[in-house]
C-alpha cells in the first residue's frame, strides 16, 4: 500500500470515528443517565419524530472555541446541538434538538451559530422549523458570546415569523434568556413532569423575595397551559409530544404562499345524518342555559378533525384547527359551558393571537358565536380589558383571509362587532334562527328603557316581563340584523355545515389587501 493509498485509508478511518464520536454526545454514562430519566437522547428524538431514513445533520463536527476555565480540555463533536433536516410523513422540516448529555444542554456561540444556520436555511427553503428544547441555559464560562449568540436566535425567531411555521417542544428545562425564543414561535409543547420554563428559578425566587415555590408549581406544564397560558399544549410523554407535532403538522402549510395540506373526505351519510340530528338539539331552549360549544364545531368539521389548541387556558373561547371538505381551517368559538362564553382578558389575548397565526398563513377562519359581551369588574378593567379586548377586534379586522361567522346564540353589545361580524370584513355572515343580535341581554335593555314605566306600574315584576316579551319578540332575535344586511342568511343548525363549506369555496379567491405601510400598531 502506497502512502496515497494509506492517506485515503486513514482519512475513511479519522470519519468513521468522528461520527461514531458525534452520535455519543457526552458519551455512554450520560446517555444512560438521560434514559433513567424517562427522557430519549437528542438524536433519539430526531429519529422518532421524523420519517426513515430521512435525517439529513448539519455541522456535526463543530465544536466550541472558548479557552478559559480549562474548557480548552473538554470538547464534544456536535457541541450539544443536533441540527439538519428531514421529512415528516413526507414534507421538508428543518430542526434542531438540544443534547443535555454536552454541558447540559448550554448554549455557546458555536451552538447557537448551528441553529442559526438552520433556521436561515428554513426560511430561505420555506419549510417549517422544529426546535426540541431541553437545555440549562448559557454556558457560563463563554459570558457574553453566549448571550449574544440568544440574540442572533432571537432576531431570527422574529424574521420567521409569519413566512414559516415554528414549533417549539420543551423536553426537559428552558431557563432564563433560553425561553424567549420559544416565546416567539408559533406553538409550544410541553412534556408532564419532566419539563419546566421560568425565567428565574425557585432557588432565586426564595433568595430575592422569600417566596418558596417547587419546579412545577413555577414552570410546569400545568401552570403554563392554564394558568399563564405561555405552552399550547402538555403531554403526558415525549412520543406522545413528538406525535403531536406530526398531527399538527398536517393543517400548517409549510410555509406562507404554500397552501396548507388538504385531506380527501369520504362520505358517511350515517355519521352525517347523526352529526345533522345532533346539532338540532346542542343549543338549549332557555337561552342561560350552558352547553358546550365543542359539540357543536364537532357537528360542522369534518368528522374527528377537530384539534384543539389551548384547551385548558381561558375554555370560554375555544380555537383549534379543523378540515371543511378536507380544507384546513381555523376556529375561534365561544364557548358558553365556561363563564357564559363572556369574552375576558386571556380568552381576548388567546383568540387574537390564533386568528392571526391563521392569517399570516392563509389559512380560512370559522367563526361561532355565543358572547354576551365583555366580563364586567373592577379586576378586568383594572387588568386592561379594553387595550386586551382591543387586540381580538385588531386581529379580526387586520385578517385577509376568508372569514366565516355563525352565530348560535346570543352576540350582545361589543362582543358582537369584535367576534368577525359584518362590519369588519366577515365574508359571509350566518345565524341560527334562535339568534340574540343586541346591544344586551332583553331584561337589562328593558331597565333601561323602561325605567319610568316599570317603577310607575301597580306590579313593577309583571310589568317587567310583559316588556322583556315585547322586546325579545321585536329585537332578540337574528331579522333586524338581516333587515340591515348584516346577517347574510338566518338558517337551520342542521345547514351549517353546507352553507359554511359553499362559502369557504366561494371565498377561496377572495383578494383583499391592506393600506400600504409599514406595519400596524396593534394594542399590545
Not at 357537528?299 to 380544507?327: H, M, T, W
Not at 363572556?342 to 386568528?355: N, T
Not at 399570516?360 to 369588574?377: E, K, Q, S
Request: proline content about 5%; some cysteine.
Amino acid at each position: 500500500m502506497d502512502s496515497f493509498e494509506q492517506r485515503y485509508q486513514n482519512s475513511l478511518t479519522r470519519l468513521a470515528e468522528n461520527r461514531r464520536s458525534s452520535e455519543l454526545g457526552g458519551g455512554e454514562k450520560r446517555i444512560e443517565a438521560q434514559h433513567k430519566r424517562g427522557k430519549m437522547t437528542a438524536r433519539e428524538r430526531l429519529r422518532y419524530l421524523l420519517d426513515p431514513g430521512t435525517f439529513t445533520e448539519l455541522d456535526a463536527f463543530v465544536t466550541h472555541d472558548c479557552t478559559e476555565f480549562g474548557m480548552d480540555q473538554q470538547t464534544f463533536l456536535g457541541d450539544g446541538v443536533v441540527t439538519g433536516f428531514g421529512t415528516i410523513e413526507g414534507r421538508l422540516v428543518y430542526l434542531f434538538s438540544q443534547d443535555f448529555t454536552v454541558f447540559g444542554g448550554s448554549l455557546s456561540s458555536a451552538y447557537a451559530k448551528k441553529i442559526c444556520k438552520v433556521m436561515d436555511l428554513a426560511v430561505k427553503n420555506g419549510a417549517p422549523l422544529i426546535g426540541i428544547n431541553d437545555s440549562g441555559g448559557a454556558r457560563i464560562q463563554e459570558g457574553v458570546a453566549s448571550l449574544g449568540g440568544y440574540a442572533d436566535i432571537f432576531y431570527r425567531n422574529v424574521e420567521a415569523s409569519g413566512v414559516i411555521p415554528q414549533i417549539s417542544v420543551i423536553m426537559g428545562p428552558c431557563a432564563g434568556g433560553a425561553v424567549y425564543s420559544p416565546a416567539m414561535t408559533d406553538f409550544i409543547l410541553m412534556v408532564d413532569d419532566s419539563s419546566h420554563m421560568f425565567i428565574t428559578g425557585p432557588d432565586v425566587i426564595k433568595t430575592v423575595t422569600g417566596e418558596e415555590i417547587s419546579f412545577d408549581e413555577l414552570g410546569g406544564s400545568e401552570t403554563h397551559t392554564s394558568t399563564s397560558g405561555v405552552v399550547d399544549l402538555k403531554l403526558p410523554s415525549e412520543a406522545d409530544a413528538l406525535d403531536t407535532v406530526k398531527s399538527m403538522l398536517r393543517y400548517l402549510p409549510s410555509n406562507n404562499i404554500d397552501n396548507a395540506p388538504t385531506a380527501k373526505t369520504t362520505s358517511d351519510e350515517k355519521a352525517e345524518q347523526t352529526a345533522e340530528n345532533k346539532i338540532k338539539t346542542c343549543v338549549p331552549p332557555n337561552p342561560n342555559h350552558p352547553y358546550d360549544m365543542k359539540e357543536v364545531i364537532d357537528c360542522i368539521v369534518d368528522q374527528g378533525s377537530f384539534f384543539e389548541i389551548k384547551p385548558s387556558y381561558a375554555p370560554n373561547i375555544c380555537i383549534g384547527f379543523a378540515r371543511l371538505d378536507g380544507q384546513s381551517v381555523g376556529i375561534v368559538a365561544n364557548n358558553p359551558n365556561h363563564l357564559a362564553g363572556v369574552l375576558d382578558i386571556d380568552s381576548s389575548v388567546k383568540g387574537a393571537r390564533f386568528v392571526r397565526f391563521c392569517d399570516a398563513f392563509n389559512i380560512p377562519i370559522i367563526t361561532l358565536v355565543d358572547v354576551p359581551g365583555f366580563l364586567p369588574g373592577s379586576k378586568q378593567e383594572h387588568g386592561g380589558i379594553i387595550r386586551h379586548g382591543a387586540k381580538l377586534l385588531y386581529a379580526f379586522c387586520e385578517a385577509t383571509v376568508p372569514k366565516l361567522t355563525v352565530i348560535t346564540r346570543k352576540a350582545y353589545g361589543g362582543a358582537y362587532d369584535v367576534m368577525n361580524s359584518k362590519h369588519i370584513g366577515a365574508d359571509l355572515n350566518l345565524a341560527w334562527p334562535n339568534a340574540e343580535i343586541a346591544v344586551m341581554g332583553a331584561k337589562g335593555a328593558c331597565n333601561i328603557i323602561f325605567r319610568k314605566d316599570i317603577k310607575d306600574a301597580a306590579n313593577p315584576e309583571k310589568k317587567v316581563e310583559e316588556l322583556v316579551e315585547a322586546y325579545s319578540e321585536k329585537f332578540a332575535t337574528p331579522y333586524e340584523a338581516a333587515k340591515r344586511g348584516y346577517i347574510d342568511c338566518v338558517i337551520y343548525p342542521e345547514e351549517t355545515r353546507t352553507y359554511l363549506i359553499r362559502g369557504l369555496k366561494a371565498a377561496s379567491s377572495k383578494r383583499d389587501t391592506l393600506p400600504k405601510r409599514k406595519h400596524g400598531n396593534i394594542p399590545l
